[in-house]
C-alpha cells in the first residue's frame, strides 16, 4: 500500500462495497467499467471470479471500496465451491455498502439464494443490470416491485454496465452510505492484488472462453515464476487440471489452442501493465485438487 496523496476535504468519504450475485450476472464487468479498466476476469462461466477482489476508484470526495465476490451457487458442490460460497457471505459481514446486481428478468431459485444471505443492518441496494435490453423503462416497474417486497432495499438503480450507463447515479447513490473517512489507498492505485495474480487470472479467463463449456470446472492456474527485468515482465504459468483426458482439451491439435490462450493473454496483460511480456504455458495434470482442503490452500485459496 503506497501512501494516500489525496486532499482531504470536509466532506470526504470511503468505504467497501460488496458486488454480490448469482453466476454471469455482470458482477465483474459492473467492476471493470467503473474502474475504466479490465481488472476483473469475465466469462459464461460460472463463479469464473474464485478469489475476492479489491477494485479501487477514487474521486475528488470519494474513494470506493469494490469487492467483487464469485457468484453465489450450489451446482458444483465441492471443497472449492463451498470455499468460494464461504467468501461471499464474510464479504457481506465485513462491507459497509451491498450491491446485489441481477438482470431484468423474474427472481429465479439462484437469485433467491443470495436474496437469502444478504444483510438487514447494512444498506443494501439492487443494481438492475443490462437494464437496456428491457426498453421502455416502465417494464422495470413490475420486476422493482416484485423485488422491493422481498427484501427493504436502500435504492434500486437500472444499469447497463456494458454500455456505461447510469454508473454515475450508481456511485452517488453509493456514496450516500458510505462513511465519512480519509482515503486508504493511493489515488493511483487500483487494486491490492499484485501482477502475479493478475497474470494467472488473465490465463483463467482465456481458457474459460476459448474452452468454454468442455473444460470441467476444475481447472486453475499457477505461476511458478514472474521476473521483471528492466520493461519485460517473464511470465512462467503452470495450467492445472483434474484429469489427464483434459489435457487434450486446453493444448489443442498441435498445441493450436494453448497457444492461442497463452497469446490473447500476453495481449491483456501487455495492456494492464504497461510493459512487453513473455508467457510460456504448459499444462500440468494434480487429479482431485479442487476436493483436497490442503491443495486449496497451496493453490491460494
Known amino acids: 500500500m503506497t501512501e494516500q496523496n489525496i486532499e482531504p476535504t470536509e466532506d470526504f468519504r470511503c468505504g467497501t462495497v460488496a458486488i454480490v450475485g448469482r453466476p454471469n450476472v455482470g458482477k465483474s464487468t459492473l467492476l471493470n467499467h467503473i474502474l475504466g479498466l479490465k481488472l476483473a476476469i469475465t466469462s459464461r462461466k460460472a463463479q469464473t471470479t474464485r478469489h475476492r477482489l479489491l477494485g479501487i476508484h477514487t474521486t475528488e470526495d470519494t474513494q470506493f471500496l469494490f469487492v467483487d465476490t464469485p457468484g453465489f451457487q450450489q451446482k458444483h458442490i465441492n471443497a472449492l465451491n463451498k470455499t468460494?460460497?464461504?467468501?461471499?457471505?464474510?464479504?457481506?459481514?465485513?462491507?459497509?455498502?451491498?450491491?446485489?446486481?441481477?438482470?431484468?428478468?423474474?427472481?429465479?431459485?439462484?437469485?433467491?439464494?443470495?436474496?437469502?444471505?444478504?444483510?438487514?443492518?447494512?444498506?443494501?441496494l439492487l443494481v438492475v443490470n443490462k437494464a437496456d435490453l428491457m426498453g421502455d423503462k416502465g417494464n422495470l416497474l413490475p420486476l422493482i416491485q416484485d423485488f422491493d417486497l422481498l427484501f427493504d432495499f436502500a435504492g434500486i438503480i437500472p444499469v447497463s454496465a456494458k454500455k456505461n450507463q447510469n454508473l454515475e447515479g450508481l456511485l452517488d447513490a453509493v456514496r450516500e452510505h458510505l462513511p465519512e473517512q480519509p482515503a486508504v489507498y493511493g489515488e493511483d492505485e487500483l487494486t491490492d492484488k499484485n501482477e502475479r495474480f493478475l497474470a494467472a487470472e488473465l490465463i483463467r479467463e482465456k481458457?474459460?472462453?476459448?474452452?468454454?463449456?468442455?473444460?470441467?470446472?476444475?481447472?486453475?492456474?499457477?505461476?511458478?515464476?514472474?521476473?521483471?527485468?528492466?520493461?519485460?515482465?517473464?511470465?512462467?504459468?503452470?495450467?492445472?487440471?483434474?484429469?489427464?483426458?483434459?489435457?487434450?482439451?486446453?493444448?489443442?491439435?498441435?498445441?493450436?489452442?494453448?497457444?492461442?490462450?497463452?497469446?490473447?493473454?500476453?495481449?491483456?496483460?501487455?495492456?494492464?501493465?504497461?510493459?512487453k511480456v513473455y508467457l510460456e504455458t504448459w499444462v500440468k495434470v494434480k487429479g482431485g485438487w479442487a476436493d483436497d482442503e490442503r491443495a486449496l490452500k497451496s493453490l491460494g485459496f
Open 84 to 124: 468460494l460460497n464461504k467468501t461471499v457471505t464474510q464479504v457481506l459481514s465485513e462491507v459497509d455498502v451491498v450491491l446485489f446486481v441481477i438482470e431484468p428478468m423474474k427472481l429465479g431459485e439462484a437469485d433467491e439464494l443470495v436474496l437469502k444471505l444478504l444483510p438487514d443492518n447494512k444498506p443494501v
Open 207 to 275: 481458457i474459460f472462453r476459448l474452452v468454454g463449456d468442455e473444460l470441467p470446472y476444475s481447472m486453475t492456474v499457477e505461476i511458478e515464476k514472474f521476473e521483471t527485468v528492466k520493461k519485460l515482465r517473464r511470465i512462467f504459468a503452470v495450467i492445472i487440471v483434474d484429469k489427464d483426458s483434459q489435457k487434450p482439451m486446453i493444448i489443442g491439435k498441435g498445441g493450436e489452442k494453448l497457444k492461442q490462450i497463452s497469446t490473447e493473454a500476453r495481449q491483456d496483460m501487455e495492456k494492464l501493465f504497461g510493459s
